[in-house]
């Protein structure tokens, strides 16, 4: 699963990646296109839609909108991408989401991802590159199973 940060800073659009950084999310990104990695999303589109608002659909100019063409074009391709149903609940929530006290400020946005990690039979790991929320909630996720990989370990988070 590919947190739109991942993405964001393949387009070079977070200042405080480094290049290295940045080089780690492309190859993520491609691996995913080339077919080395499969892709997991929802069947609602709720991570597709929110990788539209922050990505271009045309495929440029950068490698991250060249990846949300791709995931337009092969959402439905089984052998590239999963789809796995979540529950959506009001307030940005997921019935899938784990009610621990714990995760209660932990960011609505990011809910979606630990929701598909949660159902998804093997319980692949969410990609993250620099959104916070991963690292300061880590260990409770992982209480819950969730596995966050981080592919850019030199990146100083807050």
Not at 25 to 37: D, S, T
Not at 67 to 82: A, G, M, P, T
Request: glycine share 4%.
């Amino acid at each position: 699963m590919v947190d739109t940060n991942i993405a964001l800073v393949a387009n070079k659009k977070q200042p405080n990646a480094s290049p290295q950084c940045v080089i780690n999310c492309v190859r993520e990104l491609m691996a995913i296109r080339q077919g080395v990695k499969k892709l997991v999303i929802d069947d609602n589109g709720l991570v597709f839609d929110e990788y539209r608002r922050n990505l271009s659909l045309s495929g440029q100019p950068g490698v991250g909108d060249l990846f949300v063409k791709w995931v337009h074009d092969y959402q439905y391709n089984s052998q590239r991408c999963d789809r796995v149903k979540i529950t959506p609940i009001p307030g940005d929530d997921f019935a899938e989401f784990p009610q621990d006290p714990q995760l209660a400020n932990f960011d609505r946005s990011d809910r979606k991802w630990v929701a598909i990690a949660r159902v998804h039979p093997q319980n692949p790991p969410i990609l993250n590159a620099v959104d916070s929320d991963w690292k300061n909630f880590e260990f409770e996720l992982n209480q819950h199973g969730i596995i966050v990989e981080f592919v850019c370990p030199d990146f100083q988070f807050k």
